[in-house]
């Protein structure tokens, strides 16, 4: 395949609603392009973008798929993102390497959370926005309401550049304002036969074009000056003024397609190569250290890896953006993450499960390479020369939504780990973790949608029936007060007997505290415990009531008691423990007796010590419209929250609250419900708080009721 320079690269991110019509778009630009001489479609379950099972058996996207297409000598990647909230992970990922995101907008439904979501995360991302209206030829399109409602939404520099002649049943024509020509489409797309603008309509087109200078003209002020001085701008002044704002993200552009008939789809991608950035027209992107990587061909190479798919056929495939020089094949590079070296054996330009081998990719440009050693998402390559050029990751958002999953096959275990290890590297939103505290699975993930996909896949592909459980709290135990407990450990039976006596005071362990002084202290450890929190020891022991050699022991007995703690089995921490005095035999001490009367006493003290249960806390981040922030604020309440503070954000309320973990279980699935799918919301750990009295009780009796059920 042809090599490609950086100023014949447009990187593009097909972005918006559920089933707005991008994939059906991508399959059309593919047909344009030439990569394929007949177009798939959804209902067909024959396009290039969506080819993985689960996404022919939902009919919509599951994961971004990266296409190519050549179109009169330069070249076009496309990644197809899916629309549904719950895979927003691919759309961060695409946004992060492509230089323009197409917003498809569905001219039925007009502005959907999915637009709405889109364009928040282009904004974060900081990427050039094109609009593209499509489904036009619907009876009950409405492209008139829909602009009015993005302008709302996104703000005034939203701009016509076409507009349809007859939207509706029967659409086949728009007016093209940059180019003032009329655009009419063969019932079956194609080819455009391109005529002058019909008598009737030039009074709106000229109309329309005016406002569309005007628009052109504010995004510069010489600009500006220049067209009250002569009422127009030259055509160059125009293309000019409309890269600029498209690149700083003052002028974003509406054009007008039908992507199921291919209509536009030609004329969007002349637009995109006339006038959106090539990689090394965008702002420079920023390395880990604050560098900046130009796209040049003649600097050292820096490869990001912002994509991991594992096909049946090739393995595991990488998908990288060259951010500076130029790849050939066998390549030996080092990955960031690990100094490992990796050989980029073989190059690829890829489109969807397809794939043409290339001898040289240029800055600028994605690609991707097979078998890499250790190289996940997120990772850079880069020469020995240039180390520090690491391109900052991708920040995927947190896991929303938790689920413990336990395999209904025993023996199966060992697959799962494996099986759902694959599944993280290709989607990075996608967590687990084996969690020894509770003793569970926990898979983590965007919402139910996503986590039923799992499962799905895991079920139906790798053949591995699994189950969902609700996933247990991570509890800790701590005490208020201190307090005293003596323990004797005494066994006498036949030959050696045990003894060993123990007595002890807890307290509460706080940062900087200081110790008692009802015992001189002559020894502390101290023991950072990897729960959270700390245990200390300190030995008050005089005139050898205890010998040293078992205080270890000692410490290892109460050690056992803060691994399941005495009130629920929950790790405990933050306790101060002082042994000042005891009892030893001179035949029949031993480690075990001391181990043993030091994990009683610290039982028996803790008791006493005014026990509580804490629980986890996160701080949650809710993104409401403000017609539905009261409900969202009472079901937060409902759950305990504490709302910390609430303020505008663009067009939402932004509600930030700290709320227990365990009443966050499907929180997606109710915020989503509450508000028709119109809220945001992340959330992420903050600390362990006291539970309410009422919580404790109600958790004392589940677990004394397990320990029966298990007795
Ligand atoms: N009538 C009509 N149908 C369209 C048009 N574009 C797409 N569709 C149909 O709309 C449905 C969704 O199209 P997709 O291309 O899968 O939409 P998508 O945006 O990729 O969807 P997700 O990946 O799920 O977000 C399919 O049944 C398409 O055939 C259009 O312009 N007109
Ligand atoms: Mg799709």
């Known amino acids: 395949m042809k090599v490609y320079q950086t100023k014949d690269i447009r990187n593009i991110a097909l972005v918006g609603g559920a089933k707005s019509g991008k994939t059906t778009l991508a399959e059309a630009m593919l047909f344009e392009g030439g990569r394929i001489n007949r177009r798939g479609t959804i209902d067909d379950k024959n396009t290039v973008s969506d080819y993985r099972p689960i996404e022919l058996e939902r009919e919509n996207s599951v994961l971004s798929t990266v296409v190519y297409a050549e179109f009169n000598g330069k070249k076009i ?94 659409f086949n024509s728009v007016i093209d304002l940059l180019k003032m020509k009329m655009y009419k489409f063969p019932e079956n797309g194609g080819a455009a036969e391109i005529t002058d603008i019909p008598d009737g309509e030039k009074g709106n087109a000229e109309e329309m074009q005016a406002a569309l200078i005007e628009d052109l003209a504010s995004t510069d002020e010489s600009l500006m000056e220049k067209f009250f001085d002569a009422g127009t701008l030259t055509e160059d002044e125009m293309r000019e003024a409309l890269k600029v704002g498209l690149r700083n993200r003052t002028l974003f552009p509406i054009l007008c397609i039908g992507s199921k008939h291919n209509m536009g789809v030609k004329r969007l991608m002349e637009f995109i190569f006339n006038n959106a950035p090539a990689p090394d027209e965008m702002p420079p992107v920023l390395t880990v250290k604050g560098k900046e990587l130009k796209c040049d061909p003649s600097q050292p190479i820096a490869a990001f890896v912002f994509k991991t798919s594992i096909e049946p056929h090739f393995g595991e495939v990488s998908f990288f953006k060259l951010y500076n020089g130029e790849i050939t094949e066998g390549t030996d590079l080092i990955n960031s993450k690990t100094g490992a070296k990796e050989r980029l054996g073989q190059l690829f330009a890829v489109y969807g499960k397809n794939r043409e081998k290339l001898e040289k990719v240029v800055a600028g440009d994605i690609a991707a390479s097979v078998k890499l050693k250790e190289t996940p998402t997120n990772s850079t390559l880069h020469t020995p020369k240039n180390s520090d050029d690491v391109v900052a990751p991708i920040e995927f958002p947190e896991p929303k939504f938790r689920m413990a999953v336990k395999v209904q096959n025993q023996g199966d275990d060992e697959k799962l780990g494996t099986i759902l290890s694959a599944m993280h590297k290709v989607d990075q939103t996608l967590m687990v973790e084996y969690s020894k505290e ?171 010590a005014g026990p509580q249960i804490l629980e986890p806390i996160y701080d949650v981040e809710v993104l409401v419209p403000e017609d539905r922030m009261g409900d969202v604020m009472t079901d937060l309440q409902g759950r305990r929250a504490i709302i910390m503070g609430m303020g505008r954000e663009g067009n939402y309320q932004k509600i930030t609250a700290k709320a227990p973990l365990a009443e966050m279980n499907k929180y997606a699935t109710a915020l989503s419900s509450l508000t028709s799918g119109r809220a945001m919301y992340s959330m992420k750990f903050a600390e362990y708080s006291n539970v309410p009295a009422d919580v404790q009780m109600q958790l004392l009796k589940t677990y004394e009721e397990s320990q029966q059920e298990e007795e």
């Open 438 to 608: 509770l003793k569970q699975v926990i898979l983590g993930g965007q919402g139910e949608l996503h986590l039923n996909i799992t499962k799905w896949q895991i079920e139906n592909i790798e053949k591995v029936p699994i189950e969902f459980v609700p996933p247990k709290i991570p509890y800790r135990e701590t005490i208020t007060k201190s307090a005293k407990a003596t323990y004797r450990h005494k066994k006498q039976s036949g030959g050696a007997g045990q003894f060993g006596e123990v007595h002890m005071m807890i307290e509460p362990y706080k940062e900087g505290m200081s110790w008692t002084t009802e015992f001189p202290v002559r020894g502390s450890e101290e023991h950072p415990l990897s729960w959270g929190g700390k245990l200390v020891m300190n030995n008050c022991i005089v005139g050898g009531a205890i010998d040293a050699r078992f205080m270890p022991a000692i410490l290892k007995g109460v050690m056992e008691k803060m691994e399941e703690g005495p009130l629920t089995g929950s790790y405990a921490r933050d306790i101060v423990v002082y042994i000042y005095d005891g009892k030893m035999h001179p035949v029949d001490s031993n480690e075990i007796s001391f181990k043993l009367a030091g994990r009683n006493a610290f039982r028996e003290a803790f008791k006493n």
């Open 77 to 170: 990647n496309i990644i197809d993102t899916p629309g549904f909230d719950d895979f927003v992970g691919e759309v961060i990922a695409a946004l992060k390497v492509a230089d323009t995101a197409v917003v498809v907008i569905n001219a039925q439904n007009g502005v959907e959370v999915g637009t709405e979501i889109a364009w928040r995360n282009t904004s974060l991302s900081n990427t050039p926005v094109i609009f593209a209206m499509n489904h036009l030829e619907h009876e009950n399109s409405n492209f008139d309401e829909t602009v009015r409602q993005m302008k709302t939404q996104f703000g005034a520099g939203l701009t016509v550049f076409q507009y349809p002649v007859n939207a509706g049943v029967g």
